[in-house]
């Protein structure tokens, strides 16, 4: 299965980048994170793990997740293996004008014939993995053209 979306957000490249990124954040910008913790230490890169928390369905459920790529400013790409599937998210930048355009590709995998056979539920899934990236894309997208991120952009600790 894979599923694209698109966000146009009125910030630079850098600042959404940013934005996306900062993962020791994330709970309090994206509403439909409960929890999520750092397992590796420094900087937001290429092998960093996390693992995060959300409700799915009634229940809460955590993933462990490993950034597979990072290209600053460019794209990441997210990975996670969970019920017999391998998960990928790649998100890419793009510079439009004063903005920039964020897409995203979402891809489910099976690995194992168990996960093979069960397939076609995942399509019956889609519906709700739509609305949780829309959901997800629109947080981070009034968090990037907020006041409180153009006042964090502005101030000197950056970098």
Not at 21 to 39: F, M, P, S, W, Y
Not at 59 to 72: A, D, K
Request: net charge negative.
């Amino acid at each position: 299965m894979e599923l694209k979306f698109n966000k146009a957000i009125d910030r630079p490249v850098d600042q959404v980048f940013t934005t996306f990124t900062d993962l020791e954040n994330a709970a309090d910008r994206v509403r439909g994170i409960q929890k999520l913790e750092l397992v590796t230490d420094g900087p937001v890169g290429n092998g960093t793990v996390f693992r995060e928390t959300r409700v799915m369905m009634k229940r809460e459920c955590t993933e462990e997740m490993t950034i597979t790529e990072f290209e600053p400013n460019k794209s990441y790409t997210v990975s996670a293996h969970t019920c017999g599937n391998e998960y990928t998210t790649k998100f890419e930048f793009e510079p439009t004008g004063s903005g920039t355009r964020v897409d995203v590709t979402f891809t489910s995998t099976p690995q194992t014939v168990l996960a093979k056979l069960m397939s076609p539920i995942g399509w019956l899934m889609s519906g709700t993995m739509r609305k949780l990236f829309d959901k997800d894309l629109e947080d981070l997208k009034a968090h990037a053209e907020s006041n409180a991120a153009r006042s964090a952009d502005s101030s000197p600790s950056q970098g």
